[in-house]
């Protein structure tokens, strides 16, 4: 029974059912929306007025932290799976002295 369960297709459709009661649950519980100044029904703004201009978005910080944990991951998998031989020891190795590139930057 448990197997049916946690099938994709069951799964999928047990989520969506949640999500919808979630979300008429708070469309329920929110307000209404009245005319204001303050910026309360913009995003990210806090019941504030935001501050004009732009802002330079970019990705590199989350590469970065990506990166290390895709390499920190890749070690893991490594060394539960590998054989304790010289290949396995040099790749982990190069794998440190990744780690260290990217916590120095």
Avoid: C, W
């Avoid at 519980?29 to 005319?35: F, L, N, V």
């Avoid at 290949?87 to 002295?97: D, I, P």
Wanted: aromatic letters at 8%; zero cysteines; glycine letters at 12%.
């Amino acid at each position: 029974m448990l197997d049916v369960l946690v099938s994709p297709p069951v799964a999928f459709v047990i989520y969506m059912a949640l999500v919808g009661a979630l979300l008429a649950i708070g469309r329920t519980m929110a307000t209404e929306k009245s005319p204001t100044t303050l910026g309360k029904h913009q995003i990210y703004a806090s019941g504030e007025v935001a501050p004009g201009g732009h802002a330079r978005q970019g990705y590199r910080n989350f590469v970065e932290v990506a990166l290390f944990f895709a390499v920190l991951h890749l070690g893991v998998l490594v060394m539960a799976t590998g054989s304790p031989g010289l290949a396995t020891m040099l790749f982990l190795g190069l794998l440190v002295v990744i780690l260290f590139v990217l916590m120095v930057g």
